[in-house]
Protein backbone atom coordinates (compact mmCIF):
# COMPACT_ATOMS: atom_id res chain seq x y z
CA UNK A 1 0.00 0.00 0.00
CA UNK A 2 1.35 3.54 -1.11
CA UNK A 3 -0.03 7.27 -0.03
CA UNK A 4 1.70 9.71 -2.35
CA UNK A 5 1.55 13.48 -1.50
CA UNK A 6 1.97 15.85 -4.04
CA UNK A 7 1.11 19.82 -4.47
CA UNK A 8 3.14 21.15 -1.20
CA UNK A 9 5.64 24.34 -2.14
CA UNK A 10 6.33 27.80 -0.50
CA UNK A 11 3.24 30.43 -1.09
CA UNK A 12 2.75 33.61 0.55
CA UNK A 13 -0.12 34.19 3.13
CA UNK A 14 -2.80 34.56 1.55
CA UNK A 15 -2.33 32.09 -1.02
CA UNK A 16 -3.57 28.74 -1.86
CA UNK A 17 -2.49 25.55 -2.66
CA UNK A 18 -3.88 22.28 -3.48
CA UNK A 19 -2.23 19.28 -2.50
CA UNK A 20 -2.98 15.36 -4.01
CA UNK A 21 -2.56 11.90 -1.84
CA UNK A 22 -2.55 8.82 -4.74
CA UNK A 23 -3.44 5.93 -2.82
CA UNK A 24 -2.34 2.32 -4.24
CA UNK A 25 -5.91 0.72 -2.23
CA UNK A 26 -8.05 -2.18 -3.33
CA UNK A 27 -11.28 -0.60 -2.56
CA UNK A 28 -10.41 2.58 -2.23
CA UNK A 29 -13.86 4.27 -2.19
CA UNK A 30 -14.80 2.19 1.11
CA UNK A 31 -11.47 3.74 2.74
CA UNK A 32 -12.06 7.21 5.05
CA UNK A 33 -9.32 9.30 4.16
CA UNK A 34 -7.43 12.33 5.98
CA UNK A 35 -4.90 14.51 6.34
CA UNK A 36 -2.88 15.57 9.22
CA UNK A 37 -0.14 17.99 9.30
CA UNK A 38 3.34 18.60 11.88
CA UNK A 39 4.55 21.97 12.45
CA UNK A 40 8.08 22.98 13.36
CA UNK A 41 8.31 21.83 16.89
CA UNK A 42 4.47 20.45 16.78
CA UNK A 43 2.76 17.12 17.52
CA UNK A 44 0.89 15.83 14.49
CA UNK A 45 -2.52 17.33 14.40
CA UNK A 46 -5.71 16.39 12.47
CA UNK A 47 -6.90 18.85 9.39
CA UNK A 48 -9.53 17.18 8.06
CA UNK A 49 -11.55 13.81 7.16
CA UNK A 50 -13.22 12.55 4.43
CA UNK A 51 -15.57 9.36 4.43
CA UNK A 52 -16.58 6.82 1.64
CA UNK A 53 -19.08 8.88 0.07
CA UNK A 54 -17.70 12.32 0.69
CA UNK A 55 -21.25 13.01 2.41
CA UNK A 56 -18.73 13.27 5.74
CA UNK A 57 -16.32 15.40 5.89
CA UNK A 58 -14.76 16.93 9.31
CA UNK A 59 -12.30 19.72 9.53
CA UNK A 60 -10.03 21.05 12.80
CA UNK A 61 -11.52 24.85 13.86
CA UNK A 62 -8.14 25.72 12.91
CA UNK A 63 -8.76 25.71 9.23
CA UNK A 64 -12.22 24.86 8.62
CA UNK A 65 -13.85 27.76 6.13
CA UNK A 66 -10.48 27.46 4.73
CA UNK A 67 -9.25 24.25 3.70
CA UNK A 68 -12.01 21.54 1.37
CA UNK A 69 -11.67 17.92 1.66
CA UNK A 70 -12.36 15.98 -1.52
CA UNK A 71 -12.12 12.84 -2.98
CA UNK A 72 -12.23 11.06 -6.70
CA UNK A 73 -12.44 7.28 -6.07
CA UNK A 74 -12.22 6.93 -9.80
CA UNK A 75 -8.94 8.11 -9.52
CA UNK A 76 -7.94 6.36 -5.94
CA UNK A 77 -6.73 10.26 -5.13
CA UNK A 78 -7.73 12.95 -2.27
CA UNK A 79 -7.44 16.51 -2.73
CA UNK A 80 -6.95 19.30 0.19
CA UNK A 81 -7.83 22.27 -1.19
CA UNK A 82 -6.02 25.01 0.88
CA UNK A 83 -6.94 29.08 0.41
CA UNK A 84 -6.50 31.58 2.51
CA UNK A 85 -2.92 30.14 3.89
CA UNK A 86 -1.28 31.65 7.01
CA UNK A 87 2.21 31.17 8.34
CA UNK A 88 0.88 29.10 11.43
CA UNK A 89 -0.17 26.61 8.55
CA UNK A 90 3.42 25.92 7.65
CA UNK A 91 3.36 21.80 8.20
CA UNK A 92 4.66 18.67 6.87
CA UNK A 93 0.87 17.48 5.71
CA UNK A 94 0.47 13.55 5.70
CA UNK A 95 -2.49 11.85 3.48
CA UNK A 96 -3.91 9.02 5.71
CA UNK A 97 -6.54 5.91 5.11
CA UNK A 98 -8.27 4.04 7.09
CA UNK A 99 -11.18 1.29 6.58
CA UNK A 100 -12.71 2.46 9.70
CA UNK A 101 -15.73 5.05 9.72
CA UNK A 102 -15.03 8.44 9.69
CA UNK A 103 -12.41 9.77 12.37
CA UNK A 104 -9.80 12.41 13.39
CA UNK A 105 -8.16 10.46 15.56
CA UNK A 106 -4.20 9.50 14.20
CA UNK A 107 -3.66 6.11 15.57
CA UNK A 108 -7.10 5.12 14.03
CA UNK A 109 -5.69 5.43 10.84
CA UNK A 110 -3.92 2.04 9.30
CA UNK A 111 -1.53 3.68 6.07
CA UNK A 112 0.56 6.62 5.87
CA UNK A 113 2.27 8.50 3.15
CA UNK A 114 5.36 10.60 3.16
CA UNK A 115 4.57 13.80 3.39
CA UNK A 116 4.61 16.72 1.56
CA UNK A 117 6.15 20.43 3.02
CA UNK A 118 4.07 23.34 3.02
CA UNK A 119 5.94 26.73 4.00
CA UNK A 120 3.96 29.96 4.51
CA UNK A 121 5.91 32.97 4.31
CA UNK A 122 4.40 36.20 5.77
Known amino acids: VQLVESGGGLVQAGGSLRLSCAAS????????MGWFRQGPGKEREFVAA????????YYADSVKGRFTISRDNAKNTVYLQMNNLKPEDTAVYYC????????????????WGQGTQVTVSS
Open 96 to 111: AATGKVLTITAPRFDY
Open 25 to 32: LRSFSSYT
Open 50 to 57: VNWNIAGT
